[in-house]
């Protein structure tokens, strides 16, 4: 079992863990890590090389899971890992690269986080500025938006009909009753 460093391993292990989830998703109390935040792990932390594959990382999960669902720790069907089952995945991945587990734990340390290299980021700023300033649009897509740009919602999109028995144009609608 990986020994070393356990208490940064679990500061990694929770930092990886929350990397792209949701508000909804990190509320829930087990904290689980699944294969593609691993991935992106071992990727940043240079435990995926050219000898040490993608292909064989998935291999190592896939034994790990299923150790842990055949004795009874997972039930079938999980894919995720808590921090257990992460602990018997860096030994196995020890095993896989010939190497000791402190070594893949001082690598996964070393990390500092998830790195946002190759992130998507805006390409020009002043055009996606333009293209979403409500203040500029006209006609119909005016009338979605409110004074301060916030968006009306249904009332934005559609007409609704009154029902009164008028037709749509009539200018003297409740009128007759004053007549008569």
Known sequence: MASGGNNDLKAAFDT?????????QLKEKDLRIDSRNLQKMMKDAHVIDTKYTTQLFDN????????????GTYQKG??????????QLIDQIAESKK??????????????????????TTANKDITGRMTDTSQYTGAHKERFDAEGHGKGKEGRS????NTGYVGNYKNEGTYDKKH
């Open 16 to 24: 990886y863990s929350r990397f792209g989830k949701t508000e909804t």
């Open 60 to 71: 190592d999960i896939s034994r790990v899971l299923g150790k842990l669902t055949s004795g």
């Open 78 to 87: 999980i894919k995720t890992f808590e921090l257990n089952g992460f602990k």
């Open 99 to 120: 190497t000791s587990a402190d070594q893949i734990i001082s690598q996964i340390n070393s990390t500092g986080g998830p790195s946002l290299a190759g992130v998507t």
């Open 159 to 162: 007409d609704e009909a009154k």
